[in-house]
Nanobody, 128 residues
């Protein structure tokens, strides 16, 4: 069982930055690939950024590529999402998710249904 707790959301003006953190409980954080997802009102949940168990592989949604950076610190059981040049369309609830891996490869996971554990979400609001 893994408990995930997000923090760092808030209200920011367009062009600003925020850094989200997701702290995981337990001693096996490196056994999980991680992802950040978001859901805006009236829209489906979408993948934003994903990272392999070691951090060696990452990928991003087209809408955020070049502006967002995902990273992880396995010693601190934490995954981060640095968000720069924020736009009003980035407004959403942001969730982190953990996928239990079965092999220590560079694989990342793109679909929300592949993830085993979810945090409660943190609101990000970008004003124009």
């Amino acid at each position: 069982q893994v408990e995930l707790v997000e923090s760092g959301g808030g209200l920011v003006q367009a062009g600003g930055s925020l850094r989200l953190s997701c702290a995981a409980s337990g001693r096996t954080f490196s056994s999980y690939a991680m992802g950040w997802f978001r859901q805006a009102p009236g829209k489906d949940r979408e993948s934003v950024a994903i990272i392999s168990w070691s951090g060696g592989s990452t990928d991003y949604a087209v809408a955020v590529k070049g502006r967002f950076t995902i990273s992880r610190d396995n010693a601190k059981n934490t995954v981060y999402l640095q968000m720069n040049s924020l736009k009003p369309e980035d407004t959403a609830i942001y969730y982190c998710a953990a996928k239990r891996i079965t092999s220590y490869s560079r694989r990342v996971y793109y679909n929300s249904y592949e993830y085993d554990y979810w945090g409660q979400g943190t609101q990000v609001t970008v004003s124009s």
